[in-house]
């Protein structure tokens, strides 16, 4: 959504949703004394390096990045709060449901998906099963969850378009196609959620759960 406005139109959408939301969010959390979990993203970080810990400094290249910064800045209030990080999500959540990744390939239309980049995919139930993992512990502050393989939105997008269709209509392209700076690999070190564990599926074992759901 943020990524289909422009200028200064993009900044305000996301610093409202991101960083203003999330202060409301966080105010009420704080009155309350609930127990706050914020999903946040690998785009806080440059991309200059691979491997990001939970204790790497926070560097930003873009409007979004900025603003889920500035969204764990105010979570971080909260003492018992927790931050999850993670990257590319894809997953099918019904026909009458936004799919995020998987419903750019339902929609049939060419795609040109960035083959250079590396992401960690994370299919998308795994994270409300770390979710519910991380209620249910005492554990507090930030924590990376990743998928187990390291891959490209194109490579993604090859092992998933056979679910929709038999002939491709994507292509793989080595620059970036967004209208935002994008770090170059924001990959995560997900060591630590591992360590609790939190292992996401891999792509195959994602693809299969998709299929089931889609030819239901």
């Known amino acids: ?16 949703i991101n960083y203003e939301g999330t202060r409301n969010v966080v105010d009420a959390c704080e009155r309350t004394g609930v127990k706050l979990i914020y999903t946040s993203t690998d785009f806080v970080f440059d991309g200059a390096f691979a491997g990001y810990t939970e204790l790497t400094p926070c560097e930003p290249v873009n409007v979004y990045g900025k603003t889920k910064l500035l969204g764990e800045l105010e979570v ?51 994270v409300g099963y770390a979710i519910e993992k991380l209620l249910a512990s005492e554990y ?10 390291v891959t490209t939105e194109f490579k993604l997008g090859l092992a998933l378009e056979p679910l929709v ?45 998709i299929r089931r759901r889609y030819d239901n």
């Not at 959504?1 to 409202?16: F, H, N, P, T, V």
């Not at 894809?90 to 936004?98: K, S």
């Not at 507090?140 to 393989?149: K, R, S």
Request: glycine share 10%; charged share 25%; hydrophobic share 35%.
């Open 76 to 126: 971080r209030r909260l003492p018992h709060s927790i931050i999850i990080r993670f990257g590319l999500l894809y997953g099918f959540n019904g026909y009458r449901e936004p799919n995020g990744f998987f419903g750019e390939l339902m929609s049939g239309n060419a795609l040109q998906l960035n083959d250079v980049e590396p992401r960690q995919p994370l299919y998308v139930d795994d």
């Open 140 to 149: 507090a502050g930030i924590l990376h969850i990743a998928g187990p393989e």
């Open 1 to 16: 959504l943020i990524e289909q406005k422009r200028g200064k139109e993009a900044s305000d959408l996301a610093a409202a």
């Open 165 to 209: 269709r038999t002939s491709s209509v994507l292509s793989g392209v080595r620059t970036n196609t967004s209208r935002v700076p994008r770090p170059k690999n924001a990959t995560l070190n997900a060591v630590h959620a591992r360590k609790m564990g939190i292992s996401p599926r891999s792509i195959e074992a994602g693809v299969h759960e």
